[in-house]
């Protein structure tokens, strides 16, 4: 064993000055951390099997109709025969704004004001709600492009809806796989494999 332990600072510490306690800490933590990265390669290699297991069966369903299946791009979702459980492989693309975000919020305020003359100041709070930003400093992708459902024929307004498909982008996607079991009441509930959910 050797004679010093490293501080978080980097320095190396004789062990006679180290007290017993902190010793003790220092074993826990390390036990724990190494039995945490052995779960965690044993989680990714679960992963990559069951990801490989459900493409190779949706290749097997697409080859009955003589197609191929198109890719891993596509939200996935398999129940088993009775019903009790239910795969999903779900596809969340990262999207963020260009500059033109800012070009659609001012043509929208400008479609407000106008149609406000006279109103009350909350009608101008309910669209820039869509534009409030997370602590990161995103604005909320769901609720940007849900302005783009309003039916709303004024040229402003879809000039401004231009402005933000046109401001689209996609930085990539995260691929997540979820397992549920039905229950009792015949509701899928997830079954958790986060270790805070347990």
Known sequence: MSEFMTDSQGRQVPLELVKEIDKLRDQTVRRIADEAMKMKEVLADF???IR???YTFVELSANEYGKSWGGKKGNISLTSYDGKYRLIVAMEENVVFDERLQVARELIGDCINKWSKGSRNEIKILVQDAFQVDKA???S???VLGL???EIHDPDWQKAMSAITESIQTLGSKQ???FYERNEQGEYVQIPLDVAAL
């Open 141 to 143: 992708a769901a609720r």
């Open 52 to 54: 490989d297991d459900i």
């Open 137 to 139: 400093g995103k604005v």
């Open 148 to 150: 783009r459902r309003l």
């Open 176 to 178: 997540y796989l979820r």
């Open 47 to 49: 992963k990559q099997r």
